[in-house]
């Protein structure tokens, strides 16, 4: 699916550093989502947006912002990395046409190690 | 908030053979509930979905069933092939616009 892509794909960073992983979709799909993925618990949401400007705190929002001036960008940032910070994250959108925030189609990830 | 939770965490079956991932869920008014796969090293992907006012749904070799009452949903994999081996994701919509995702099934087919 290339129509939404992640960047870096790899990201070492240090702790206490500023990090931002970027999303970005080519569909124009209203739903933008952020996970995170950890052994022993799944897929866990960070934050997602129903539409530009529009932004919402999902389970885990805690140490992360986000940002969505654009509808087809979503980035994330850890404003000051931590080492709990180090995971797996998928970006993912979803199309208006589906039930909002359903069928979701996800990016190919962001592996974060922070040391 | 919702609360879902996938059992086994992995599962180890001989090609041929079936295979099933159960999850329960919370919150009863939780409306569609998705499947994801994922092979090693990729993203995840759907592969089957089912509304609240369906109670079994196929699609070739997997199927879904529901069981609202009992707040739990299950996927049934039959004649296991080693292309089926990835870890499996159930998913469950209930108050927002997003979902909640159980903790995986790592499923080994063993030829």
């Known amino acids: 699916d290339a129509g939404i892509t992640q960047s870096p794909r790899y990201k070492i960073t240090e702790t206490g550093r500023q990090v931002t992983l970027m999303c970005h979709q080519t569909?124009?799909?209203?739903?933008m989502f952020w996970y995170r993925q950890d052994l022993g618990h799944g897929l866990r949401l960070i934050y997602y947006?129903?539409?530009?400007?529009?932004?919402d705190k999902g389970e885990v929002p805690d140490g992360y912002v986000v940002s969505r001036s654009k509808t087809e960008n979503f980035p994330l940032t850890l404003e000051s990395a931590t080492r709990s910070q180090t995971s797996v994250y998928f970006c993912?959108?979803?199309?208006?046409?589906?039930?909002?925030?359903?069928?979701?189609?996800f990016g190919s990830g962001t592996q974060l190690s922070v040391l | 908030g919702e609360n879902v939770e996938q059992h086994p965490s992995t599962l180890s079956v001989q090609e041929g053979d079936s295979a099933v991932i159960k999850c329960t869920y919370s919150?009863?008014?939780?409306?569609?509930f998705p499947w994801y796969k994922q092979e090693l090293g990729k993203r995840p992907q759907l592969i089957i979905d089912?509304?609240?006012?369906?109670g079994e749904k196929k699609d070739q070799r997997i199927a879904v069933t529901l069981n609202k009452t009992a707040k739990h949903f299950s996927l049934h994999i039959t004649e296991t092939q080693p292309e089926d081996s990835a870890v499996y994701f159930c998913?469950?919509?209930?108050?927002?616009?997003?979902?909640?995702f159980g903790g995986g099934t790592r499923v080994l087919v063993k030829p």
């Open positions: 993912a959108s979803s199309p208006p046409r589906q039930g909002a925030g359903e069928k979701l189609f």
């Open positions: 998913a469950v919509k209930a108050a927002g616009n997003k979902l909640t």
């Open positions: 919150d009863s008014a939780s409306n569609y």
């Open positions: 569909w124009s799909h209203s739903y």
């Open positions: 947006s129903a539409a530009a400007d529009i932004t």
């Open positions: 089912i509304r609240s006012n369906v």
